[in-house]
């Protein structure tokens, strides 16, 4: 087995567009009949999966409706459907090495008991021994793709190292994320400008691996030639394929470990996601969108649509902050012979240790080394200093930027004493989460406050205070919008 290093491998997908997708089956539920149900039954199922535990042995599948279930989530960089234009700036599979790579790997927890959900993202790099094969980078366990049993070997893989056995999978590649992000009509997204690396020459490279260098004229942008990114920071809808490249992404000018970053966008956008995807609004197109969407995934016999159902009813309190999102930690400087790997922190087997157990997690795995923390794992308050209505504008754009706000809006009384006017309120020892926020609010002094009581961070808004649009210029006492947010030590 072999794992490639290719500019092309990395590509990272946010699973985003599969639990979006779910989302939309739970506006079925009450729509559609028994013959519904019957018709979706095999719509995307792949067989030959069987849940095991450590060592291999065949396990009975769980009932997620009563019982604490894992899904394995998983993206790979597969060409497969692309247009000519696409291959040709992406490359074909040939030209990525031939083979499949699962290059998003998470595992989404859930457990009726607690009426809650955690979302565990892998690193593509994580060293560890793969069943049957040795050690290697944990995306080559997916080599083959669907067609050679991936996986149920990555499934494997993912079993001996955490002790989690695997219920169900679901899988997308390029062309499905594309196509179901298109089926939704879009995604609403808030991106901040610390990013933006036009007018000038941008690096690059083919399909073949060849470096290219670009020149871009547009000022202001955020570009990126490997994914085919070019947004202009601000809230606005992304289309498929350019929420595609937004995912995909790992070399941006604050990339300080690509792969680390790419893991944070891709939780920021699966919250976001799911926020847009529970408003009535969306909720209402569910009956017509719910084939094409569930015929651009893959997922195993046994993961029925009334099953999928009880996940999207898991995931929907993740603008309550009924679901947390970790990630793996680890050493992304090790080195095995040439390759450039991530060695897994001690600290994950708490993660993994807590999961089984069904207890609380503590703080390890929402921040990754020299990486600022995902806006999907910064808790934000708001607080309405009497502003006649701004707070409210303040929390939206919170909510479609990815942030955890299911602190809600506060009254005043819950200012923390010594504060005037508009600030962004931090505990001590949360700046990095407080320079996250930051980045969306210019303009906004950050201040340091012990009285600040119940969530890292919150952002009094009294209605002196004009909303600056994110991605635009800066002001005193915040971060200038060019500026990197503070990293995790």
């Given at each position: 087995?072999?794992s490639?290093?290719?500019?092309?491998?990395?590509?990272?997908r946010?699973?985003?567009?599969?639990?979006?997708?779910?989302?939309?089956?739970?506006?079925?539920?009450?729509?559609?009949?028994?013959?519904?149900?019957?018709?979706?039954?095999?719509?995307?199922?792949?067989?030959?999966?069987?849940?095991?535990?450590?060592?291999?042995?065949?396990?009975?599948?769980?009932?997620?409706?009563?019982?604490?279930?894992?899904?394995?989530?998983?993206?790979?960089?597969?060409?497969?459907?692309?247009?000519?234009?696409?291959?040709?700036?992406?490359?074909?599979?040939?030209?990525?090495?031939?083979?499949?790579?699962?290059d998003?790997?998470?595992?989404?927890?859930?457990?009726p008991?607690l009426?809650?959900?955690?979302?565990?993202?892998?690193?593509?790099?994580?060293?560890?021994?793969?069943?049957?094969?040795?050690?290697?980078?944990?995306?080559?366990?997916?080599e083959?793709?669907?067609?050679?049993?991936?996986?149920?070997?990555?499934?494997?893989?993912?079993?001996?190292?955490?002790?989690?056995?695997?219920?169900?999978?679901?899988?997308?590649?390029?062309?499905?994320?594309?196509?179901?992000?298109?089926?939704?009509?879009?995604?609403?997204?808030?991106?901040?400008?610390?990013?933006?690396?036009?007018?000038?020459?941008?690096?690059?490279?083919?399909?073949?691996?060849?470096?290219?260098?670009?020149?871009?004229?547009?000022?202001?942008?955020?570009?990126?030639?490997?994914?085919?990114?070019?947004?202009?920071?601000?809230?606005?809808r992304?289309?498929?394929?350019?929420?595609?490249?937004?995912?995909?992404t790992?070399?941006?000018?604050?990339?300080?470990?690509?792969?680390?970053?790419?893991?944070?966008?891709?939780?920021?956008?699966?919250?976001?996601?799911?926020?847009?995807?529970l408003?009535?609004?969306?909720?209402v197109?569910?009956?017509?969108?719910?084939?094409?969407?569930?015929?651009?995934?893959?997922?195993?016999?046994?993961?029925?649509?009334?099953?999928l159902?009880?996940l999207?009813?898991q995931?929907?309190?993740?603008?309550?902050?009924?679901?947390?999102?970790?990630a793996?930690?680890?050493?992304a400087?090790a080195?095995?012979?040439?390759?450039?790997?991530?060695k897994?922190?001690?600290?994950?087997?708490?993660?993994?240790?807590?999961?089984?157990?069904?207890?609380?997690?503590?703080?390890?795995?929402?921040?990754?080394?020299?990486t600022?923390?995902?806006?999907?794992?910064?808790?934000?308050?708001?607080?309405?200093?009497?502003s006649?209505?701004?707070?409210?504008?303040?929390?939206?754009?919170?909510?479609?930027?990815?942030?955890?706000?299911?602190?809600?809006?506060?009254?005043?009384?819950?200012?923390?004493?010594?504060?005037?006017?508009?600030?962004?309120?931090?505990?001590?020892?949360?700046?990095?989460?407080a320079?996250?926020?930051?980045?969306?609010?210019?303009?906004?002094?950050?201040?340091?406050?012990?009285?600040?009581?119940?969530?890292?961070?919150?952002?009094?808004?009294?209605?002196?205070?004009?909303?600056?649009?994110?991605?635009?210029?800066?002001g005193?006492?915040?971060?200038?919008t060019?500026?990197?947010?503070?990293?995790?030590?």
């Amino acid at each position: 087995m072999t794992s490639s290093s290719a500019p092309h491998s990395g590509l990272l997908r946010a699973l985003v567009a599969i639990t979006a997708s779910l989302s939309l089956v739970v506006g079925i539920a009450s729509v559609a009949g028994a013959v519904r149900w019957v018709q979706l039954r095999n719509v995307g199922t792949e067989s030959g999966f069987t849940k095991t535990d450590k060592g291999g042995h065949a396990l009975p599948t769980s009932n997620c409706a009563t019982e604490p279930c894992n899904y394995l989530l998983l993206g790979s960089d597969s060409r497969a459907g692309l247009n000519a234009q696409q291959t040709t700036a992406f490359g074909n599979n040939k030209d990525i090495g031939g083979s499949n790579r699962a290059d998003t790997i998470m595992l989404v927890h859930t457990d009726p008991r607690l009426q809650k959900a955690i979302v565990l993202s892998f690193p593509r790099d994580l060293w560890v021994h793969i069943p049957g094969h040795g050690m290697n980078k944990i995306n080559a366990a997916f080599e083959g793709g669907l067609e050679h049993g991936g996986p149920q070997l990555l499934a494997q893989t993912i079993t001996d190292l955490t002790g989690l056995s695997i219920d169900h999978y679901l899988y997308v590649d390029l062309n499905g994320f594309e196509k179901v992000v298109d089926t939704l009509g879009g995604v609403d997204m808030c991106i901040p400008a610390y990013n933006v690396n036009t007018p000038g020459w941008v690096d690059g490279s083919d399909a073949k691996g060849n470096v290219v260098r670009t020149y871009y004229n547009e000022v202001g942008h955020i570009v990126d030639p490997n994914t085919g990114l070019d947004v202009v920071p601000g809230c606005q809808r992304l289309v498929g394929l350019q929420a595609l490249a937004y995912v995909r992404t790992r070399h941006l000018p604050c990339d300080a470990i690509p792969d680390f970053s790419r893991i944070g966008r891709q939780q920021q956008f699966m919250r976001s996601v799911i926020n847009q995807m529970l408003s009535p609004s969306e909720i209402v197109k569910a009956p017509g969108l719910v084939s094409p969407v569930l015929a651009s995934l893959h997922r195993d016999k046994k993961l029925l649509p009334g099953d999928l159902v009880y996940l999207v009813g898991q995931l929907r309190g993740i603008s309550t902050g009924a679901v947390e999102f970790r990630a793996v930690p680890g050493d992304a400087t090790a080195m095995i012979g040439t390759q450039s790997v991530v060695k897994m922190d001690p600290s994950a087997k708490e993660i993994f240790a807590a999961i089984r157990e069904g207890k609380p997690i503590t703080g390890v795995g929402t921040q990754l080394i020299n990486t600022p923390p995902s806006e999907a794992n910064t808790t934000v308050a708001v607080i309405d200093a009497d502003s006649r209505g701004k707070a409210a504008g303040v929390e939206d754009l919170l909510v479609r930027a990815g942030f955890d706000v299911s602190p809600g809006i506060w009254d005043a009384s819950k200012a923390p004493t010594g504060v005037h006017g508009a600030a962004i309120v931090f505990r001590p020892g949360q700046d990095a989460y407080a320079h996250v926020v930051a980045s969306y609010f210019p303009g906004l002094k950050l201040v340091s406050s012990a009285a600040l009581h119940g969530v890292p961070v919150a952002i009094v808004v009294p209605a002196t205070y004009h909303v600056t649009p994110a991605g635009s210029g800066s002001g005193t006492g915040s971060p200038a919008t060019n500026q990197c947010p503070s990293p995790s030590p």
